[in-house]
């Protein structure tokens, strides 16, 4: 039977659907049916394995899976021996430290000979250990923003995306102590031919990332402002450009990275563009 590579996949979470958007977006079809415990994609060698979020990195590890989506946050508390392979850049959050009103917070040294509540005790030990503070800990795996009400714990330090849960529990957020996305994670042993399939895998998932980070724009501008305008919107060689039917005037196509969009598009009007079409971008390689 022909090689196949092993992902596996958080099966409900904040992980999920993002994580087969990607592998969707890459052109590989799956899913038929409700979601099982495992699936084949038909259009390409790859299996996939639905399973909880924390197990992942386990699984990777001892390979019952090739590779597997999950939280940084998950794989640096569970120190396991694997490879990170890419950032995909979804789910970010935060490990924060957050206190009750009426905590006086200075620094993670308010925190030496507290009760600190967490599901992530590896994680905030090596923090606290480098300040050389040390608490004890309550290590739970849910709920951890109820712990100091119910007299358990005298500080937290949990995930935190928008910070609504701690407000609706009272809570400060003081300092966040780490920072999380989630991330492609691999095998070390993986055999030579599931690493070619691997490669193949990433060479579409890299297209799809960069496609991301990019947008595909148009529009009008006085033929004198080019030089001025090529400087700043370099494009993948340099922008297409192309006479309009006014004379004076051209159309310039190129992409822009997201990150610096809005500098750049203030910048292009700024000269004297005008008309300016954006579109986004399904797939770009070099
Ligand atoms: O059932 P299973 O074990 O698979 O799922 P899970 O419940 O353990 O994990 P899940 O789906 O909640 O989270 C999976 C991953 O998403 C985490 O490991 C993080 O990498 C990432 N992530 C991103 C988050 C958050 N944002 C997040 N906000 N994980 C959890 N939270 C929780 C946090 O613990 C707190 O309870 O959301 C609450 C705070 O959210 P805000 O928006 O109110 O700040
Ligand atoms: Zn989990």
């Not at 969707?24 to 409700?34: E, P």
């Not at 790859?46 to 386990?58: G, N, Q, S």
């Not at 030089?227 to 340099?238: L, P």
Request: aromatic content about 6%.
């Amino acid at each position: 039977m022909a090689e196949r590579l092993r992902i596996a996949i958080q099966k409900k979470g904040r992980l999920s659907e993002e994580s087969l958007e990607k592998i969707k977006t890459c052109g590989i079809k799956f899913g038929t049916s409700s979601r099982v415990l495992k699936e084949s994609a038909t259009n390409f060698p790859l299996d996939f394995l639905y399973v909880r979020d924390d197990d992942i990195p386990k699984y990777v590890e001892d390979g019952v899976a090739d590779i597997g989506i999950v939280g940084r946050n998950e794989v640096d508390e569970q120190e396991k021996d694997l490879d990170i392979i890419r950032d995909l850049g979804f789910a970010s959050c935060r490990l924060s430290v957050a206190v009750p009103h009426g905590f006086t917070y200075t620094g993670l040294q308010s925190l030496e000979g507290k009760r600190i509540a967490t599901s992530y005790p590896h994680i905030l030990k090596k923090v606290l250990d480098k300040q050389g503070v040390s608490a004890s800990f309550v290590t739970v795996t849910g709920s951890v923003e109820i712990t100091p009400a119910i007299g358990v714990a005298d500080a937290i330090c949990d995930l935190v995306s928008t910070g609504a849960t701690l407000a609706m529990n009272g809570l400060v957020e003081v300092e966040a102590i780490y920072k999380s996305t989630a991330v492609m994670i691999g095998s070390k042993m993986l055999s030579v031919e599931r690493k070619v399939i691997l490669d193949r895998f990433l060479v579409r998932l890299d297209a799809v990332m960069k496609a991301q980070n990019y947008k595909y724009i148009m529009f009008n501008l006085p033929e004198a402002q080019l030089k001025k305008v090529a400087d700043i919107i370099g494009g993948m060689k340099s922008p297409t450009v192309t006479p309009l039917m006014e004379k004076g005037w051209i159309s310039v196509q190129t992409v822009i990275c997201e990150d610096t969009f809005w500098e750049d598009f203030e910048q292009l009007k700024a000269l004297g563009a005008q008309g300016i079409l954006v579109t986004p971008i399904e797939k770009m390689t070099e």
